[in-house]
């Protein structure tokens, strides 16, 4: 595509419930990353993928959250047993190689009621 | 760890003036990278500027500046000819040359008055 595409747009959910959350990169990217922007806060780093691989995993905050990327193109980061404090809006940005430009999408909001 | 610091939570400028957004880091690394980015309401960050350390000259991108002061660990972005588009969050980053993720400042909002 054009951009970086992440569905849901906009995702409202039960606490406790398990929710996934889908990055389509730009195509041809290799790197991709996940963001998470809580309220009045910048994006924190959650997880970078080269390829297929997660290079860097250590901005996870818990073993709740996991992320796949089996293709080396769509990702999806997972979400279980979701808490109020993991509402935010999840940021997904690719580039065409490690180190380069990063182009992200609009994210998606999630808030857990 | 690396941190950066956005000490303007908010600014307002009147349309076609200048404003200067501040951002402060910390790193013992002597080569880095520093980006400026846009996030309107749509919540898509959009990079504006970029500056290697190791370059001492400043980046310039149309309308946007930046004063780069490596030894004060300083990187502010001057807007010139403010217009109404420019009215953002705008966040200061920071990325090690051989690291992954970006740090981010919690970002200034910035308004411009027509």
């Known amino acids: 595509g054009a951009g970086v595409s992440q569905t849901p747009s906009n995702k409202v959910t039960e606490k406790g419930k398990y929710v996934e959350l889908r990055c389509d990169p730009i195509?041809?990217?290799?790197?991709l990353y996940w963001y998470r922007q809580s309220l009045g806060q910048g994006p924190e780093f959650l997880i970078y993928?080269?390829?297929?691989?997660?290079?860097?995993d250590s901005g996870l905050p818990n073993d709740r959250f996991f992320a796949v990327r089996p293709e080396g193109s769509v990702s999806t980061l997972k979400i279980q047993r979701t808490e109020r404090g993991d509402s935010a809006v999840y940021l997904c940005?690719?580039?065409?190689?490690?180190?380069?430009?990063?182009?992200f999408g609009q994210g998606t909001r999630l808030t857990v009621v | 760890a690396q941190t950066v610091t956005q000490s303007q939570p908010e600014m307002s400028v009147q349309e076609a003036e200048t404003v200067t957004l501040s951002c402060t880091y910390d790193t013992s690394e002597s080569d880095y990278y520093l980006f400026w980015y846009k996030q309107p309401p749509s919540r898509q960050m959009i990079l504006v500027i970029r500056q290697e350390a190791y370059k001492q000259q400043n980046a310039t991108e149309n309308r946007f500046s930046v004063n780069f002061q490596k030894a004060a660990k300083s990187f502010s972005l001057k807007i010139s000819d403010s217009q109404l588009g420019d009215a953002a969050m705008y966040f200061c980053?920071?990325?090690?040359?051989?690291?992954?993720?970006?740090?981010f400042g919690k970002g200034t909002h910035l308004i411009i008055q027509p």
């Open positions: 940005a690719s580039s065409l190689r490690e180190g380069g430009e990063a182009f």
């Open positions: 195509s041809g990217h290799t790197a």
């Open positions: 980053a920071y990325r090690r040359v051989n690291a992954d993720g970006l740090t």
């Open positions: 993928f080269q390829g297929t691989g997660a290079a860097d």
